[in-house]
């Protein structure tokens, strides 16, 4: 969630310091930026409260982004002094980021451009441990008499339901709506129960209390769980879209999409892609919802009605909102040229796959992403300077390839075949059909990211090119080719 937040340490005049330089007609210092806390690689557990403190100057920087994961947490916009931003933001460790996380400041421009950024911080994040709620004492019976027998069902008290997870599951999930694909807010542990309070008409999702859920409620999913009690007697709960006493926003019909829950703003681009212009946002305090008039051929943006925009339509992401209608219905929009200079979107477009009823999601972004691009591409056991011999005299024929790829969001390796140039001239192109695992042959295979291996054995004769295509963090894509020889001489 984005928020703001100002310093208010008094401006302090003097000029007699190297620092202030600048005020005083000296040359300004250079763009900085530094996080103070947390730590690199500080323990922190879900639901803990940390502060992120640090500080960012520059005499072009015009506000503070905090990023997250790559996304953007909160925005620092004023400055102590000219040119000068310190912050000390909360930040409430939410479930879904347990393993690694990564914190970072960038100094921004006028023109919306980063002017400086910190060093990424690694943190370890951690589930909270089990806090077993204690099994209270049963209450006595008393026994019936037969005054007790006779009074109506109707003046007892109903019975309390209880939910937890299920029996050797460690914990269930939280969500912000009665939808598998909706917000995680948190989770209920081991050892843990609840009291619910409704139910879906269906009695697959129940309803509890849970303050950080919206209007101070949230759901978890019945087969997950584990009920104790007699859930046939809680109230079902009327629910819409998916979601629960949330109305659609006034003037709409489905198909239409409205910010999600938590969520302050989302970008509106021009076309599918990080790579189109931005044109405005969907914001909390503001316009949240919007009518829907069609989707990208991945399933993954929505086409928006907007009257900033050009031709009166905006894409949104499709993660970022959550969308009430038929999918299914909603037709596929190709997706707009982009302008003059600017790159290909990071990520060619498919045929939409008609089983699928809902945007497919994206993988969540690797902490590494943040860091500079640095990449590191080689072969084992046999790794020479610009090629990779196998078989040659009596070598195997089977190899490991290994990366390491920093500052990116996307890698994909492809095995393509030549006729050998150059020193290789009586290399024959090779039988791809050969090569065993064949999924990168021809054709893409994603990679993990920062880095992993891949084993594979060729063990026909021929010239073959492994090529890595990369899209870094910024956008931009580039990509790293290996020759790999196989029962061939090099020619003097």
């Not at 690694?122 to 089990?130: D, E, L, T």
């Not at 999600?260 to 989302?266: C, H, L, P, S």
């Not at 990366?403 to 030549?418: S, V």
Request: net charge neutral.
């Amino acid at each position: 969630m984005r928020s703001r937040f100002a310093a208010s340490r008094p401006v302090k005049l003097a000029c007699a310091f190297a620092l202030v330089l600048a005020a005083c007609g000296g040359a300004a210092p250079p763009p900085s930026a530094i996080l103070s806390s947390p730590a690199a690689n500080a323990q922190i557990i879900v639901g803990e409260q940390i502060q992120i403190i640090g500080k960012v100057t520059g005499s072009d920087v015009r506000r503070v982004d905090i990023f997250i994961n790559n996304q953007r947490y909160a925005t620092v916009d004023q400055a102590v002094r000219p040119g000068e931003f310190e912050f000390v933001v909360p930040w409430v460790v939410p479930a879904e980021l347990v393993g690694t996380a990564v914190i970072q400041a960038k100094g921004i421009g006028e023109q919306d451009q980063p002017i400086v950024a910190s060093e990424a911080i690694f943190v370890a994040v951690q589930a909270p441990p089990a806090t077993p709620t204690p099994t209270p004492e049963p209450t006595p019976v008393p026994t019936a008499t037969p005054a007790d027998s006779a009074s109506p069902a109707a003046t007892s008290e109903p019975a309390t339901v209880l939910l937890g997870p299920l029996a050797g599951n460690d914990f269930v999930n939280v969500r912000a709506a009665p939808d598998l694909n909706a917000q995680l807010l948190g989770q209920i542990s081991k050892g843990q129960s609840v009291p619910v309070r409704g139910r879906t008409a269906d009695g697959t999702w129940y309803q509890i209390t849970y303050p950080a859920g919206p209007g101070g409620v949230a759901w978890v999913y019945g087969p997950a769980a584990s009920i104790t009690g007699d859930a046939g007697t809680l109230p079902v709960v009327s629910t819409a879209g998916g979601a629960t006493n949330s109305p659609p926003p006034s003037g709409l019909q489905p198909p239409f999409v409205r910010l999600k829950a938590g969520q302050e703003f989302a970008n509106l681009r021009t076309g599918p892609d990080v790579a189109y212009q931005k044109v405005g946002e969907l914001r909390a305090t503001g316009v949240s919802a919007a009518a829907v008039r069609g989707k990208s051929a991945n399933g993954q943006w929505w086409q928006i009605a907007f009257t900033g925009a050009p031709g009166g339509v905006a894409w949104v992401f499709g993660q970022l909102v959550d969308f009430t209608g038929d999918p299914n219905a909603v037709p596929v929009v190709a997706a707009p040229p982009l302008a003059p200079g600017v790159g290909a979107p990071s990520a060619p477009t498919a045929a939409p796959t008609p089983a699928a009823p809902l945007p497919t999601p994206t993988p969540p972004i690797p902490p590494s992403a943040v860091l500079p691009y640095s990449q590191n591409m080689r072969f084992s056991p046999r790794d020479d300077i610009g090629d990779v011999p196998l078989g040659h005299q009596g070598q195997p024929k089977t190899a490991t390839l290994e990366w390491q790829i920093n500052g990116a969001i996307k890698a994909e390796l492809e095995i393509t075949t030549q006729p050998g140039p150059g020193i290789f001239q009586n290399c024959p192109a090779g039988n791809l059909a050969s090569i065993t695992p064949n999924d990168p042959v021809g054709k893409r295979m994603p990679l993990l990211l920062p880095s992993g291996t891949f084993q594979f054995t060729i063990p026909d004769k021929g010239y073959y090119l492994f090529t890595i295509y990369v899209v870094k963090a910024d956008g931009s894509t580039t990509t790293i080719p290996r020759n790999v020889i196989v029962d061939c001489y090099k020619t003097q």
